[in-house]
């Protein structure tokens, strides 16, 4: 993967702004650590930076190839997965090819078709093509989301960029924040709705989007989605679909010129990554795979069993392995690095996260980027396939919230009165819930349930899943190491989404169509083991480290966050000798410790970006 980047003036000529584009270019330095480069015209300026992953001898980016005698110049993040096929269907259309990168085949690929060449391509993407004989510039997001792309139009400028950070590095944008960003934070967050980008001004290209920035100004256009219709095929042939798909995807994920993983937690997912994986390296004669996993020190000792964290992982994760004969990585955490990771996470988010959800994979990335830079990652099975608690409780299913977060009147009593005076939390999240709810592309003759879980599984999909997305992309490219997420296919998600409800809860278990789509593939023991969330620390310590490290926050009268949070309250949770609560406030994992975290990167945030309320 990379971090791209640009600037666009029709007033101005841009081919002295180097410097300006070159400190944008830095902010993503994380993201491609191999090489810089940057391309200036009259009205456009393009940056880039590389991680290597195909062809490292060439494809430097910005890549300039001609149409006639007009240049069409690219910067690109992301990879292609059906390449040969786009380059050869190319070839027998008359285009010859240098390297043996995608970068140059998906340029070629909109040489050919144009702003339609996004429909074409099977992928995760975000990039920006300046067409100079169009005068036009053509931006695209994957059809899922899973390479982040934003952009701003102040006055004359049109700036856009892999990370809110590089746009803020623009001396015409300031990290101003209104009220609905404000919203974002407080009531949705860590979560974002699509197409907010938080701070004023800033926009998110939509997955499955694509832009043209012309004389004109900007055009957005929507080249996929879901699509509702009957689902024809018996079980039996869905079962073989599935299975199907899942090894044409991860054969074509695990091509790369550098060192790759797997993820392993030793549950469904994950597992069945690695199997295939293995499945693969074996017929290819490429030797065993390299496996990875994370644990935190003394979790054997401090462990509990919950309804959302059945058992522990790491005897699952030894039992795989040993299973397929990996070359197995144990990755061990301690509560100091956990916590003192947070403020980076942050930064690296450009917004708080998930708090010590985030950190644990921003540690756990550090650490597999010594020995790999291509990791896949079993991430999205649970939205595709419905593996969350909000699929199977009721209350959850009928909750009208979002079913990750039911009880949004929990978070406001952390608020302070004036912030909950100024704005109408409650209205904003009940606005953006069913403004997704407006969205969902209905089924003709389909009964309330299963149109209820038709909106549970749209919710998941669209407003759950990029949470994880972002979380993945931007904790991995802080150590320039590229995780690739097989079950975010888009042949997968469109093929899976009208299976109806009683095939993909086969025989009343989670994700029942993707086990018996794994049979076989997997032991039966991992196969049916009952599904545990990432993990996260249950050493108490951690809930120590953070409930002293807000109060200081609370003691620090310079502290930004005191104006929005009910001090008393907060102060109240954190001088408590033990959490009060383990239900989750937001997800599975993120309950009264996450909270404080929460807080932490919030203080960060402000402080860090100097962020202006207005």
């Avoid at 940056?47 to 430097?60: K, M, Q, T």
């Avoid at 608690?389 to 990750?404: G, H």
Wanted: hydrophobic share 40%; charged share 25%; net charge negative.
């Amino acid at each position: 993967m990379c971090g791209i980047t640009g600037w666009m003036n029709w007033e101005r000529n841009l081919e002295n702004e180097g410097l300006i584009l070159e400190r944008m270019v830095e902010t993503l330095a994380d993201r491609g650590p191999d090489a810089a480069g940057i391309y200036l015209g009259n009205h456009v300026a393009l940056g880039h930076r590389r991680l290597s992953v195909v062809d490292p001898e060439n494809g430097a980016q910005p890549m300039i190839r001609y149409k006639g005698d007009h240049p069409c110049v690219i910067t690109y993040n992301g990879e292609l997965y059906n390449t040969p096929e786009l380059r050869q269907e190319l070839e027998n259309r008359g285009h010859n090819f240098r390297t043996n990168c995608d970068t140059e085949v998906l340029l070629a690929a909109y040489i050919e078709w144009g702003t339609s060449c996004a429909e074409r391509f099977n992928g995760i993407f975000a990039f920006a093509i300046w067409d100079e004989d169009q005068q036009i510039l053509f931006l695209a997001r994957d059809r899922i989301g899973v390479k982040p792309l934003f952009y701003t139009l102040s006055g004359s400028d049109f700036i856009f960029g892999s990370e809110l950070k590089a746009l803020l590095a623009h001396p015409k944008i300031k990290p101003k924040v209104d009220r609905d960003g404000l919203a974002e934070i407080f009531i949705i967050g860590p979560a974002r709705t699509p197409g907010h980008g938080v701070f004023s001004g800033i926009s998110e290209l939509k997955a499955g989007h694509s832009m043209v920035y012309s004389h004109k100004g900007i055009d957005i256009h929507q080249y996929w989605a879901l699509q509702s219709m009957p689902h024809l095929d018996d079980f039996d042939t869905t079962v073989s679909t599935v299975r199907e798909l899942l090894g044409d995807i991860v054969r074509r994920q695990l091509v790369a010129d550098v060192p790759v993983c797997t993820l392993l937690s030793g549950g469904l997912d994950s597992s069945a990554l690695t199997a295939l994986a293995c499945h693969t390296y074996q017929k290819e004669g490429l030797g065993p795979v390299n496996t990875y996993s994370v644990d935190y020190l003394d979790n054997d000792r401090y462990f509990k069993a919950s309804n959302f964290q059945p058992n522990a992982d790491a005897p699952w994760v030894r039992r795989v392995s040993d299973f397929f004969g990996t070359v197995h990585h144990d990755v061990i955490l301690d509560t100091p690095d956990l916590a003192g990771s947070l403020p980076n996470a942050t930064i690296s988010r450009d917004l708080p996260g998930m708090a010590d959800v985030d950190t644990s994979l921003y540690l756990f990335c550090r650490e597999i980027k010594k020995g790999a830079t291509v990791a896949l990652s079993g991430e999205c099975a649970d939205e595709v396939f419905g593996g969350y608690p909000w699929f199977y409780r009721e209350e959850m299913i009928n909750s009208p919230a979002f079913p990750w977060s039911p009880k949004p009147e929990i978070r406001m009593e952390w608020l302070s009165p004036a912030f909950k005076a100024k704005i109408n939390l409650q209205d904003y999240v009940h606005d953006r819930y069913h403004e997704a709810l407006a969205e969902v592309p209905a089924l003709p003759g389909e009964d309330a349930q299963s149109a209820r879980m038709r909106e549970i599984f749209y919710l998941s999909l669209t407003r759950w899943m990029p949470t994880l997305l972002d979380r993945k992309d931007r904790m991995s490219m802080a150590f320039g190491l590229e995780v690739r997420v097989p079950f975010c296919d888009h042949r997968l998600v469109e093929y899976v989404w009208n299976v109806p409800w009683h095939m993909k809860n086969y025989q009343n278990r989670e994700k029942g169509l993707l086990r018996h789509a794994l049979t076989g593939v997997l032991p039966d023991d991992v196969l049916w083991r009952r599904k545990s969330p990432y993990p996260k620390t249950h050493n108490p310590s951690y809930l120590n480290a953070v409930r002293k490290w807000v109060l200081r926050i609370l003691d620090d009268s310079s502290s930004p966050l005191l104006d929005l949070i009910d001090v008393n309250k907060i102060r109240y949770l954190a001088e408590m000798e033990s959490s009060t609560t383990h239900i989750p406030w937001f997800g599975q994992l993120m309950s009264q410790p996450q909270l404080f975290a929460y807080l932490i990167q919030v203080d960060t945030w402000l402080r860090k970006y100097k962020v202006e309320f207005i």
